[in-house]
């Protein structure tokens, strides 16, 4: 290890642990300015990025959280944009004794929303031009999905779980951009999907560009009480929904 790595080293593990590392040789005033700065940037960005865990948070809970983030968190990017995906990371083994079972699933929840919101593609719903049995489908390409044990999208301040949900929620979060008048708006989205529409949109997002009849095909594979037919129907009562909420686009592939 080289001199200056050494150096690196210290004031690393100075920040990280002032009260335990060895401070480095430097004026003790422009330290404390320098570990201000660092610290007050990171737990910016993170309590920025997750407002309504911490809303759930005692101020010493909020302070004991974002001390064991900077001290144990071995960062995989440098970049102060993938702080929160970090920190996410870090709820995952994170333990306390006060610390809710639910609070990494809203974090997850909460990371969604703003990775929908700073997607780097327009989310433009694009035209039915053709029958819709012979439309190719996509998701919108925002679209996040995942499996939830509690209903992280209502939990508040005042509204928290007491236990797990009897069966997974599915949330889908995507962006939906709008131009009118030569103004460009976005917003993000939400929906709870239930179990067919789970595998439906599961499937796209895994093999894009499915006409109504093939994807109606495949989750015949996957719920056998339903024959293709059937699930074919229903997909015709569906999709046409799903596309007006600008979750599902006709691809133009």
Known sequence: ???????????????????????????????????????????????????????????????????????????????????????????????????????????????????????????ILPPLETELEQVVWQVNPSLQWHAFDYPVHIIQADIIPSEPLDQPCYLAVYRVDEIADDNFTSAVKFLQLNAVTMLLVDYLVQRPHLTLLAIAEHLAGQLPQFSPEQLHQGLLATVPELYQRAMLFPSRN
């Open 1 to 123: 290890m080289s001199h200056f790595q050494r150096i690196q080293q210290q004031w690393s593990q100075w920040l990280r642990q002032p009260d335990s590392a060895e401070q480095p040789n430097v004026e003790t005033r422009r330290l404390k300015v320098y570990q201000r700065l660092v610290r007050n940037n990171i737990e910016s960005f993170i309590t920025r990025g997750f407002p309504v865990l911490f809303s759930t948070l005692t101020t010493a809970q909020e302070r004991d959280m974002l001390q064991a983030f900077v001290a144990t968190h071995e960062s995989k990017s440098p970049l102060f944009s993938a702080i929160g995906a970090e920190f996410v990371e870090f709820l995952a083994t994170f333990e306390a004794p006060w610390l809710p079972e639910w609070s990494y699933q809203l974090a997850v929840y909460e990371r969604m929303e703003v990775d929908v919101y700073h997607f780097d593609s327009p989310c």
